[in-house]
């Protein structure tokens, strides 16, 4: 994923990057053009990128920081025609928005997946093919069930998608150090540390952490007719 902001800068790193075998390269919006300029410049560095490595394909990310840069529904189906673009990392968190993007990318190799919970099932009913957010580093099983079932089992597709969206909630809780921690609950023999700078878990975040770990569970038991929810 691209994280410089000068177009020579970033192929360069694109380049290196490619080097390494990967089968795409993932173009972050909010780095091919300040937040005061125009799409047009977005769609020049575009270009300036795909004509300098000719051999990469990508995705996008529509990543909220420093600043959230959305695409147009033109964009991307120039993005989508080039035939070089897979993926896009949707953050417009609007219905409205999925679905016409939706629309523009029919038919073609450029593929939506949703980042925000809250309309998740929603937006599988107008068309993405998945979920790429923060909260699958919590309970990637929920998402997983509910990738593979929203149509096939709605009561059940309903019900979870509440118990997500008020969960995703606890992602602006010290993430990615309660990520870190839920993991531990899991099995996993890790660490705390984390490259950003955040606080230590307290208390009361270990406790929340652990109780959404006790309600995943409630959950999975729940998707697997093992336990009845009231």
């Given at each position: 994923?691209?994280?410089?902001?000068?177009?020579?800068?970033?192929?360069?790193?694109?380049?290196?990057?490619?080097?390494?075998?990967?089968?795409?390269?993932?173009?972050?919006?909010?780095?091919?053009?300040?937040?005061?300029?125009?799409?047009?410049?977005?769609?020049?560095?575009?270009?300036?990128?795909?004509?300098?490595?000719?051999?990469?394909?990508?995705?996008?990310?529509?990543?909220?920081?420093?600043?959230?840069?959305?695409?147009?529904?033109?964009?991307?189906?120039?993005?989508?025609?080039?035939?070089?673009?897979?993926?896009?990392?949707?953050?417009?968190?609007?219905?409205?928005?999925?679905?016409?993007?939706?629309?523009?990318?029919?038919?073609?190799?450029?593929?939506?997946?949703?980042?925000?919970t809250a309309t998740l099932l929603d937006s599988y009913n107008v068309g993405i093919n998945g979920f790429s957010g923060v909260m699958a580093n919590f309970h990637p099983q929920l998402y997983t069930w509910l990738h593979h079932n929203w149509n096939k089992e709605m009561g059940k597709s309903r019900m979870l998608q509440s118990f997500l969206t008020i969960s995703s909630l606890y992602e602006l809780e010290n993430y990615p150090t309660n990520a870190k921690l839920y993991l531990h609950l899991e099995g996993l023999d890790n660490e705390l540390k984390t490259r950003t700078p955040h606080h230590e878990m307290n208390e009361l975040g270990k406790r929340i952490t652990k109780e959404l770990n006790l309600m995943t569970k409630v959950f999975e038991d729940y998707l697997l007719d093992k336990k009845v929810l009231h």
């Amino acid at each position: 994923m691209s994280i410089a902001d000068s177009a020579d800068a970033q192929i360069e790193e694109n380049k290196r990057i490619s080097d390494t075998g990967i089968d795409a390269f993932v173009m972050v919006s909010n780095r091919l053009a300040a937040e005061s300029d125009n799409e047009d410049v977005v769609k020049r560095k575009i270009e300036m990128i795909l004509e300098s490595v000719p051999d990469v394909n990508f995705g996008l990310y529509e990543c909220p920081f420093p600043y959230k840069r959305l695409v147009s529904s033109q964009l991307l189906s120039w993005l989508a025609d080039t035939n070089r673009f897979y993926f896009l990392k949707d953050t417009c968190c609007d219905l409205q928005m999925i679905k016409e993007r939706v629309a523009a990318v029919k038919g073609k190799s450029l593929k939506i997946y949703n980042a925000n919970t809250a309309t998740l099932l929603d937006s599988y009913n107008v068309g993405i093919n998945g979920f790429s957010g923060v909260m699958a580093n919590f309970h990637p099983q929920l998402y997983t069930w509910l990738h593979h079932n929203w149509n096939k089992e709605m009561g059940k597709s309903r019900m979870l998608q509440s118990f997500l969206t008020i969960s995703s909630l606890y992602e602006l809780e010290n993430y990615p150090t309660n990520a870190k921690l839920y993991l531990h609950l899991e099995g996993l023999d890790n660490e705390l540390k984390t490259r950003t700078p955040h606080h230590e878990m307290n208390e009361l975040g270990k406790r929340i952490t652990k109780e959404l770990n006790l309600m995943t569970k409630v959950f999975e038991d729940y998707l697997l007719d093992k336990k009845v929810l009231h």
